[in-house]
């Protein structure tokens, strides 16, 4: 055979050429000529001692394949050996167990110390918010007392409007009364020393004179018209005058009409109680 790197003659079955080194490529045997006769079987060796016919042969010695090397060729590299493992894996394996086992506790502890304040804020914070509670609902009530003032005041000018208009339209009756011709005055012989008497509840009594004329045998009787005062008269016999009493019962107007037995005349009293 022939190499198609140099072009040098090389012995058969050879791989590389053994002068360039360059690897040859296997080349199909020859063929036989056309009429040669073709190889028989191949015979069967007579078996050896303590073998029996019809076994099967032992494998001999296995002849290396493509023919002999050449002298120059590269010989192949040799497939690096796996390296054993030592204890530095296992150690690595620790340590990293070791530091994630670390890592947990510390979030762990994080998380506690992160509660624990969070509730200690929170906790500060509702007291924080009862005091201000506590603070309004003192504001509010200071704002029921002022608005029960307000309304105390509101009603005691009401009630003093009210007397206003109550005293108002007295003013109208005792002026209208003052007018009339019967007021305290009947005759020279039959009249009051006062036609009008202004009082207070607060006073205990009010008193006038009647004036009259007794030994001509004069009997003398009155009519109340109104509540709130009354009348009496301070003796049951008398000459030409007697007092008579006048008591305050409530605010309001009270006229006495007295009138006797002798004269046809009678007269009026108005008695004004006020608070």
């Known amino acids: 055979m ?10 058969d079955g050879s791989r590389f050429c053994q002068y360039c080194g360059g690897r040859l490529t296997e080349q199909a045997p020859p063929r036989p000529p056309e009429g040669a006769p073709r190889p028989g079987p191949i015979p069967t060796p007579p078996p050896g001692p303590g073998e029996r016919a019809g076994d099967a042969p032992k494998p001999g010695p296995v002849p290396p394949q493509g023919g002999a090397q050449p002298k120059d060729a590269p010989k192949p590299k040799p497939e690096p050996k796996p390296k054993k493992e030592g ?86 009756e ?37 004036y009259t004329e007794y030994n001509l045998g004069m009997t003398v009787s009155y009519e109340t018209e109104g509540s709130s005062a009354t009348l009496e008269f301070a003796e049951d016999t008398w000459g030409s005058s007697v007092d008579l009493y006048v008591y305050p019962q409530s605010p309001g107007i009270t006229i006495f009409t007295l009138s006797n037995d002798l004269y046809y005349d009678s007269f009026r009293v108005m008695v004004v109680v006020t608070e």
């Open 174 to 210: 005792i002026a209208e009364f003052i007018d009339d011709y019967d007021a305290g005055y009947a005759t020279d012989y039959f009249r009051a020393s006062e036609a009008l008497i202004v009082t207070t509840t607060a006073d205990y009594l009010e008193s006038f004179t009647l």
């Open 2 to 11: 022939r190499c198609m790197n140099c072009g040098r003659e090389l012995p």
């Open 87 to 172: 204890n530095g894996g296992k150690l690595a394996f620790i340590i990293i167990a070791a530091v994630l086992i670390a890592a947990l506790a510390g979030l762990n502890v994080y998380q506690y110390a992160a509660f624990g304040s969070t509730a200690q804020e929170s906790a500060d914070r509702i007291k924080q918010l009862e005091g201000e509670v506590s603070s309004k609902e003192s504001e509010i009530n200071s704002l029921h007392g002022q608005i029960d003032t307000l309304e105390s005041e509101a009603l005691g000018r009401e009630n003093e409007l009210s007397a206003l208009r109550t005293r108002s339209g007295w003013l109208d």
